[in-house]
């Protein structure tokens, strides 16, 4: 947004921060917040608590307070957050997003503050770890965080006093952070939330208690997995070979070595369109002393240069089809774009406050600047969120519970010209006796151009390789 369109926001901003007064019990730091929130919106270079007071007129000691010692209910704030994106954003299809972020502190007071990894600067460096969960329609028109926690490393976990110093409660212990995205994904869906979808980077794909949690939740998913991710492309209880790496699979099993890479269109970028190479067949995966599939094993290969490849692994029921899959496995970069604008627009991590609380609140309270910014932007565009690739996105469903749904926006390339989509993908179910190779799903993407894609097998389990 422009700066005159943001001056114009005023009434509007307003009228949204309204939404939580029941957060507060006196009117202080309800008042308090609007002159946070609108310092995080202001052109200010620094919106930590200091810069922003100043600009508001009022003692920075006034919103160092209302961070540190004021009371009031951030976890109303959080969930308030969620129910507004559930009763104004809701889409059926959307997909949600787990991703981290560091924020580089100097000293060792600061709360959760470590020596670890920071995708900030790249290295490894003292900071703070944040998990955070992305809401995004399917078509990606409407994005925003809608929870935030604080990552307490081991260290900190097992110095209790030190905890204490920094105000982290007793209740605050170690959990991975795979184990934070579950529980937010939980609280999200506490608030009436859904996700058709849920997808993250190769570190949580690789987790097997975050893709048994995702499964116990009935929640399907495509989550990018390393190339030495282990598993196997046949059920492996007979035979009882050993599982190999997803790279090697590629290069030597029959199953991949002989299927063409088939173009996709992924995207439109600035640079032009995003357009991969992709190979996909049924896999089985280790797990404890047993054996769980099959999974869809999805790889793509840049076509400009094929060294550069990505492996993605899905849960998706039978029937779903391919382009549906890519589209969700190349839908991470909502939640770095979000990122991106709280810490560049919003002062994400210019908080200055030490103790646990107080770092909290500010990355709750700017979630909620975030999703101002989200929603206006989305008003000034004149776009509605979700459901908007087609004109009834019903048309095609069943009335079977939780059809596999979605629409087809990624689609194959013929050799000299770009097909496509003008209809919803519709997923077809097999039935138990049918496999993925006799029984491949139609898809419909034009008047008169139909398309054979690739559908997953029936989800089995077995408890044993042996």
């Known amino acids: 947004m422009t700066v ?47 810069p922003m007071a100043l600009a508001a ?28 994106i559930a009763r104004d954003h809701a889409d059926e299809q959307a997909i949600g997003v787990i991703d981290e972020s ?13 020596r670890q990894y920071c995708g900030n600067t790249g290295k490894i460096d003292n900071c703070v770890m944040t998990v955070h969960l992305t809401y995004a329609s399917f078509d990606a028109r409407f994005h925003t965080l809608i929870d935030s926690d604080l990552y307490l490393p081991q260290a900190w976990h097992e110095d209790r006093e030190r905890c204490r110093r920094a105000k982290i409660p007793d209740d605050v212990v170690y959990r991975p952070k795979y184990m934070i995205a579950l529980e937010e994904l939980d609280r999200a869906r506490d608030q009436g939330l859904r996700f058709a979808w849920i997808t993250a980077d190769e ?26 991710f282990g598993m196997w492309l046949h059920d492996p209880r007979q035979s009882g070979a050993a599982a190999k790496p997803a790279e090697t699979l590629l290069r030597h099993s029959k199953p991949l070595l ?68 890519l589209h969700v496995a190349f839908r991470r970069w909502p939640v770095e774009r979000c990122l991106q604008d709280e810490k560049s627009e919003l002062g994400l991590s210019h ?75 519709t997923s077809e179910s097999t039935s138990s006796n049918q496999s993925c190779e006799t029984s491949p799903q139609r898809t419909r993407i034009g008047p008169h151009l139909t398309r054979t894609n690739p559908t997953l097998p029936l989800r089995i389990t077995s408890k044993s390789a042996q």
Request: proline content about 8%; overall charge positive.
């Open 4 to 50: 005159d369109q943001i001056e114009s926001l005023g009434p509007a901003l307003s009228e949204f921060l309204d939404e939580f007064a029941d957060c507060f019990g006196r009117w202080e730091p309800r008042g308090k917040l609007a002159k946070y929130v609108r310092g995080q919106l202001s052109e200010l270079p620094r919106k930590s608590a200091e």
């Open 57 to 84: 007129g009022i003692t920075p000691r006034t919103l160092q307070e209302f961070l540190s010692s004021d009371e009031w209910d951030q976890d109303r704030l959080r969930f308030h957050t969620q129910r507004l």
């Open 102 to 114: 560091g924020h580089p502190k100097k000293g060792t007071e600061t709360a959760c503050v470590s």
């Open 203 to 228: 570190w949580y794909g690789q987790k097997p208690a975050f893709v048994s949690g995702l499964e116990s939740r009935e929640q399907r998913f495509v989550l990018e997995i390393p190339k030495n």
């Open 258 to 325: 002989t299927q063409p890479w088939q173009a996709y269109h992924v995207k439109d970028t600035d640079k032009g369109p995003m357009v991969w190479e992709v190979k996909s067949a049924a896999c089985w995966l280790p797990r404890g002393d047993g054996v769980v599939g099959p999974y869809w094993l999805i790889v793509a290969r840049n076509p400009l240069n094929h060294a550069e490849q990505k492996f993605f692994l899905s849960n998706a029921s039978a029937g779903v089809p391919l382009p549906v899959l």
């Open 351 to 425: 908080f200055e406050v030490r103790g646990y609380p107080a770092i909290q609140r500010h990355v709750l309270i700017t979630q909620v600047s975030h999703l101002f910014l989200a929603r206006e932007t989305q008003r000034l565009r004149g776009e509605k969120s979700g459901g908007d690739i087609a004109s009834n996105p019903r048309r095609n469903q069943r009335a079977a519970p939780k059809p596999a749904t979605a629409a087809a926006v990624s689609s194959p390339l013929a050799p000299t010209h770009r097909r496509h989509f003008d209809a919803l993908a």
